[in-house]
């Protein structure tokens, strides 16, 4: 157990230093009474306490983050977590939960890669050496993504004086081909069609579907919806990524209504609670696994009843929905796609969502 200091000295928590009649010494105990780092010196050595007294310091600070200046990476990777966790709801630079979820998942292939090492010994070689067995896997885009979270984690280092900077610093990105997938009128008539027919989980993803082309949405919105969301005057989404967006209002067509309409009368077990509206059989919130497992199922559904009127089908994912919608608006016409997506600025919808073959436009006269 750590006592009270007999008399205020200027050191951080848990930093001790003694003044002997031939040594000073000067470390930072643990919480287990064991000495994490312990340094000494003469003591008639004024600079050499100074140097000691500063690097002590400085150690304990980094110590206060998680991270030990001797410890590996896979240590500054839980570091960055933590720090990530620490941050208040809300804040802007905290990632959203959706984000981090699957950051935690990429951060185990980093800590395969580099776990083991030193972070002062990561070099850019390192990074390109990761993102070309990533190439080689056919994960060139997973890799970048990879790498992307490995260069923040590392800029966190230099943030606590854990590194004096970053090696990852200009590391150039793998050329990826962008999936241009757009699911067509009859691929999600079919899935819809399908899912009514089998009932109970894949008629509910089915109607997930159609909600996330009809309000292009993402995937972790349309999951996270919830009942009292459903007004007078359409669906109210909230941004799924930044909290501080404002909410959009998707307004009733007639279409829309019928399809929350349908979602709604989806009969559930009897203990199923009334909170969201594309909730599981028991009314909980989907799981990520959880729903993939459903989608799986609908999916493989579809194929064997195109395979057998032989007809064209893909499967498609619920994130594939949205470029679907907005690309259907600006086919139409209409002017309010950026709106529709809660996205502030023109570069999303053209670089990301808009998946027309062929775009039209009138002469100038």
């Known amino acids: 157990m750590i006592r009270r200091r007999e008399k205020p000295d200027g050191l951080p928590f848990r930093v001790y230093e003694r003044k002997g009649a031939r040594v000073y010494s000067i470390g930072y105990k643990q919480a287990d009474g064991k000495w994490a780092f312990r340094y000494s010196c003469p003591v008639e050595d004024r600079q050499q306490i100074a140097g000691l007294r500063a690097q002590a310091i400085s ?46 998942r990429e951060a185990e292939n980093l800590k395969k890669a580099f776990g083991h090492m030193d972070p002062g010994e990561i070099t850019k070689a390192d990074g390109y050496a990761y993102l070309d067995a990533c190439a080689q896997a056919g994960r060139a885009a997973k890799g970048n993504k990879e790498m992307a979270l490995m260069h923040l984690i590392l800029e966190h280092g230099v943030r606590i004086g854990r590194l004096p900077f970053n090696p990852l610093q200009g590391l150039r990105k793998l050329k990826t081909r962008v999936n241009k997938r757009y699911v067509t009128d009859a691929e999600l008539d079919l899935a819809v069609e399908i899912g009514r027919l089998k009932g109970g989980p894949r008629h509910i993803v089915a109607m997930a579907l159609k909600t996330a082309y009809l309000c292009t949405r993402r995937s972790v919105e349309v ?30 067509t007639p279409e829309l209504r019928a399809t929350i309409n349908e979602a709604l009368q989806i009969k559930r077990h009897h203990v199923a609670g009334t909170m969201y509206l594309f909730g599981n059989m028991k009314g909980q919130r989907y799981t990520k696994g959880g729903w993939k497992a459903v989608l799986d199922d609908l999916m493989f559904d579809c194929v064997a009843e195109a395979e057998r009127r032989g007809i064209s089908f893909a499967r498609f994912s619920l994130q594939e929905c949205r470029p679907k919608g907005a690309t259907d608006k600006l086919n139409a016409g209409h002017s309010d796609a950026k709106d529709a997506l809660g996205h502030t600025t023109d570069r999303m919808l053209g670089q990301v969502y808009d998946r027309r073959q062929v775009k039209k436009a009138a002469p100038v006269r």
């Open 59 to 104: 150690e304990a600070a980094l110590i206060g983050q998680g991270v030990h200046t001797t410890g590996q990476t896979d240590e500054l990777i839980a570091a960055w977590f933590e720090h990530q966790q620490s941050m208040p709801i809300g804040d802007p630079n905290r990632r959203a939960e959706s984000t981090l979820a699957e950051n935690k």
């Open 223 to 252: 999951r996270a919806i919830k009942r009292d969301a459903i007004t007078a005057d359409g669906v109210l989404w909230h941004d799924g990524k930044n909290k501080d967006k404002p909410p959009v209002l998707i307004e009733w």
